[in-house]
């Protein structure tokens, strides 16, 4: 069961990560598709998905946040992630501000999947 859900973790890492790059493209580009309604419903239900089956490895494993320094250091950076996502691709009132988070966030969700792979709270940073 464990390879299971790790591998419906590790898809829905990829596919969140695609979806968010296709938006951010789309952004730059001021694309209507950023408004359609596919479009602003599967990253839920990705990034659900994601999260749950985060969660259902982390209690697998007996790895949790503020125990795990590698797992506190994820949920941190999914934090800033989201932020970071959020002001690219909605709240960023100039071009430049949302540029500037979008590579940023881009930027977290590398660390992010470093931290995953090497299970070190530094990530690539080490």
Not at 8 to 21: E, I
Not at 71 to 93: D, E, S, W
Request: positive net charge; glycine residues 8%.
């Amino acid at each position: 069961m464990y390879y299971l859900i790790k591998n419906l973790h590790v898809t829905c890492v990829v596919l969140s990560a695609a979806g968010f790059l296709l938006r951010g493209t789309w952004m730059l580009t001021g694309s209507a598709l950023l408004q359609h309604r596919l479009t602003r419903i599967l990253p839920h239900l990705v990034d659900s998905t994601l999260l749950l089956s985060a969660i259902a490895l982390a209690v697998m494993i007996q790895q949790y946040p503020f125990s795990a320094g590698w797992v506190t250091a994820k949920v941190f950076g999914l934090l800033a992630y989201i932020l970071l996502g959020t002001v690219a691709l909605k709240r960023g009132r100039t071009r430049g501000m949302r540029l500037a988070a979008f590579f940023s966030a881009i930027l977290v969700y590398a660390w992010i999947v470093s931290v995953a792979l090497s299970k070190d709270v530094a990530g690539y940073l080490a």
